[in-house]
């Protein structure tokens, strides 16, 4: 049995070799979450056009620098200009109204002084303006390609997409970007006692899917679609048979649920060895969870890939979080969400040399200090209804069986 670390570089490892660098082009209204495929180029400076950066009145340096005690002096003003205007033929006045976001006249105006910064009268519908302190070159005015100059790198490949990168796409004008294609995953529920989520009635010994619609739902992201999900009972021949569909529509990484402990109805690992597959790793030193299951296989030519998971839906849930994922992060060149730390509300027993995974509430500290976590107390791999109070996974090191109130933990937060 191999420990969670040593599982975690065999996904790395499976993850590195497979390279993911397919691509497509989408549009950037849908691109937030994707991963960038290739540096997005600036093709625009931003600002295009110099402009003011204030509300105040632009002036011309030059020609004020050479007025006697221009702070006693009284300039009119005969002209506004607004955002949006259009560049304006040369004005020969000394000194502009300009409203922030307008663009800077033409003509030797190299200041704009603040609203705040100048005496104001008004008579007659004639506006005279009064500096109170000496306007400074180039104060108040935003160059063009100040925010971004055209050739330089906007987003990195391998970034991934958030909604403060649209402001910069959408700043630049660009419309499309490229972006890795979305992992094709596939589920597959074992289980001749499964029926689906929506069955009314239930037979005796009979209950209802729900790791499946998890786990459809969980992997319908930025990052995965998934193509086909089904119910394959205990029926090996079934199981390769749907595993190959799968693969003939393209579908990536397969993630099965169930039949991989020591029953008599556990196939998973036997039937991907008659397709000729690796198996990575089969049991890991983990509670709950422990005999899941790693295997990948070529299939024409290509390489794909089989998670197999102990079917109590905390197992599944568990091992969705702490190995299908971190492998689908992998795959995109990216690292996984780190744990924050927090403080253990209560003494937690735990079988030694096992890492454990435990449902739990965190509360985040206040002012800086660190957060406490409760772990849900009694909750069996079977349960479902603990669940509902539950926001985030403890994980507790291998060493200790007793880990003692007050200890701080790794949290990974919902
Ligand atoms: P197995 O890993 O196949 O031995 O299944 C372990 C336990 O999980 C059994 O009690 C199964 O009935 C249950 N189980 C298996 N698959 C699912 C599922 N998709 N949803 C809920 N429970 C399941
Ligand atoms: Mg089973």
């Known amino acids: 049995m191999i420990s969670y670390e040593q599982s975690q570089q065999l996904l790395r490892d499976a993850a590195n070799v497979y390279s993911h660098c397919e691509v497509e082009v989408v549009d950037i209204a849908d691109s937030v979450g994707r991963v960038v495929a290739q540096d997005v180029v600036c093709r625009e400076s931003v600002p295009h056009f110099d402009n003011s950066a204030m509300d105040g009145f632009a002036v011309k340096l030059s020609v004020i620098h050479g007025i006697p005690e221009v702070l006693n002096h009284w300039f009119q003003v005969n002209e506004l200009v607004a955002a949006g205007d259009p560049l304006r033929d040369e004005i020969t006045d000394d000194v502009v109204e300009i409203m922030t976001g307008a663009p800077l006249p033409s003509g030797h105006f190299n200041s704009v002084i603040r609203i705040e910064d100048v ?17 400074r070159a180039n104060e108040n005015i935003r160059r063009v390609g100040e925010d971004s100059i055209v050739g330089s790198t906007i987003l990195e490949e391998g970034t991934q997409i ?15 970007v490229k972006v890795k294609r979305k992992l094709k995953v596939g589920i597959l529920s074992t289980g001749k006692e499964l029926v689906n989520h929506d069955c009314l009635q239930l037979q005796h010994g009979q209950i209802r899917n729900s790791t499946g619609l998890f786990l459809k739902h969980e992997l319908s992201s930025e990052f995965t679609e998934v193509s086909f999900c089904g119910h394959v009972g205990d029926d090996p021949g079934k199981f390769i048979n749907q595993m190959e569909a799968l693969f003939d529509i393209g579908v990536e990484v397969i993630i099965s649920t169930g039949a991989v402990s020591v029953g008599v109805f556990d196939f998973v690992r036997s039937s991907l060895e008659q397709m000729g597959a690796k198996i990575h790793f089969h049991k890991c030193a983990i509670r709950p969870g422990k005999p899941i299951l790693f295997a990948s296989l070529m299939v024409c030519g290509r390489w794909r890939f089989v998670f197999g998971m102990p079917g109590n839906p905390v197992s599944s849930v568990v091992g969705y979080n702490f190995f299908v994922k971190p492998f689908i992060y992998w795959i995109f060149g990216l690292e996984r969400p780190r744990p924050v730390r927090a403080q253990l509300s209560a003494d937690v027993k735990k079988p030694d040399g096992l890492k454990c995974f435990m449902g739990a509430r965190y509360e985040k500290g206040e002012n800086d200090n ?12 079977f349960m479902v209804s603990p669940f509902k109070n539950l926001n985030a996974w403890i994980v507790l090191s291998e060493m200790n069986p007793v880990v003692k109130a007050l200890t701080e933990v790794e949290v990974y937060q919902l």
């Open 119 to 135: 005496d104001v009268i008004v008579s007659e519908k004639v506006k005279m303006i009064r500096f109170k302190r000496m306007p």
């Open 162 to 176: 958030s909604a403060q990168h649209l402001l910069i796409l959408a700043s630049q004008g660009i419309t499309d």
């Open 370 to 381: 660190i957060g406490r976590v409760e772990p849900i107390k009694g909750h069996a791999s």
